[in-house]
């Protein structure tokens, strides 16, 4: 079994956009380096919202990477940047990454709002657009 971790971020305004962007980076390389990591896809969405989707060899390889390096940087700095910050996991048989809406089925069912300052009216309950997935990425190991 294999771990997977699905993340959806909306920032909240232009202005955090950069910041987020140079964290984003570090945190992406970070990832490809990762014990433990298999595979990966990024997906920028419309109106500031961006995915990430990555497959662990387990959850203790993913906390690994989550509080460590240029991603724990950047985690604290999401309260304020984001109105709309949702996480969920699952594990699954095989190394396949699961699609798109999958991921966004699960979100909706099974995820988690994370905590925030400023969130959106649609936050707590997750009710928000369907990803736009023609612009997913693959994000595979350095």
């Given amino acids: 079994m294999v771990f997977v971790s699905i993340t959806r971020l909306r920032i909240r305004s232009i202005r955090f956009l950069p910041s987020f962007a140079i964290h984003t980076f570090g945190a992406n390389a ?3 380096r990762a ?3 298999i595979a990966g896809s990024l997906l920028p969405d419309r109106k500031r919202t961006f995915w990430t989707m990555t497959l662990w060899q ?9 509080t460590s390096g240029a991603h724990l ?7 304020q940047w984001c109105d709309e910050a949702s996480i969920v996991h699952w594990e699954q048989s095989g ?3 699961p699609d798109w809406q999958d991921a966004d089925q699960r979100m ?4 988690r709002p994370s905590k925030l300052l400023n969130p959106s009216l649609n936050h707590g309950d997750l009710s928000y657009l369907a990803p736009r997935t023609s612009r997913a990425a693959p994000l595979v190991r350095a």
């Fill in 95 to 97: 190394t396949n990454l």
């Fill in 108 to 111: 909706r069912t099974e995820g």
């Fill in 58 to 66: 387990d959850q203790a390889a993913m906390r690994r990477f989550m």
């Fill in 30 to 32: 970070q990832v490809r």
């Fill in 73 to 79: 940087r950047a985690m604290p700095k999401l309260m």
């Fill in 35 to 37: 014990d433990g990591f």
